[in-house]
């Protein structure tokens, strides 16, 4: 559980440096992977700035969670995210008060 307070905090920095990112996560617990989905593609794709902080939330993961992986995947990629833990989109059954 406290992987997931981390995220969620880490993802809600995310949201206050980019400007109208739309962003789900969820916990895969079978398989211990942490799951963001982010809905614009040129935010995953072409914002530097959003990059950067991609690579250090994965980074800050690996070291601290070891055993635990992370995901980050656009919107209409191979998964879909049916249960969010976290989301900052507002028409979303599963937004998070954490």
Same mark, same amino acid.
């Given at each position: 559980?406290?992987?997931?307070?981390?995220?969620?905090?880490?993802?809600?920095?995310?949201?206050e440096n980019?400007?109208?990112?739309?962003?789900?996560?969820?916990?895969?617990?079978? *398989?211990? *992977?942490?799951?963001?989905?982010?809905?614009?593609?040129?935010?995953?794709?072409s914002?530097?700035k959003?990059?950067d902080?991609?690579?250090?939330?994965?980074?800050?993961i690996?070291?601290?969670?070891?055993?635990?992986?992370?995901?980050?995947?656009?919107?209409?990629?191979?998964?879909?995210?049916?249960?969010?833990?976290? *989301?900052?989109?507002?028409?979303?059954?599963?937004?998070?008060?954490?």
């Amino acid at each position: 559980m406290e992987i997931e307070k981390f995220i969620i905090r880490e993802l809600k920095n995310i949201i206050e440096n980019i400007k109208d990112i739309e962003i789900k996560y969820e916990c895969l617990n079978l *398989t211990n *992977t942490h799951v963001i989905e982010i809905y614009q593609h040129e935010i995953f794709k072409s914002n530097q700035k959003y990059i950067d902080m991609e690579i250090n939330l994965t980074e800050k993961i690996s070291f601290m969670y070891p055993k635990s992986e992370i995901l980050f995947v656009k919107r209409g990629d191979f998964i879909e995210l049916k249960k969010p833990d976290f *989301t900052n989109i507002k028409n979303n059954d599963y937004i998070s008060n954490n």
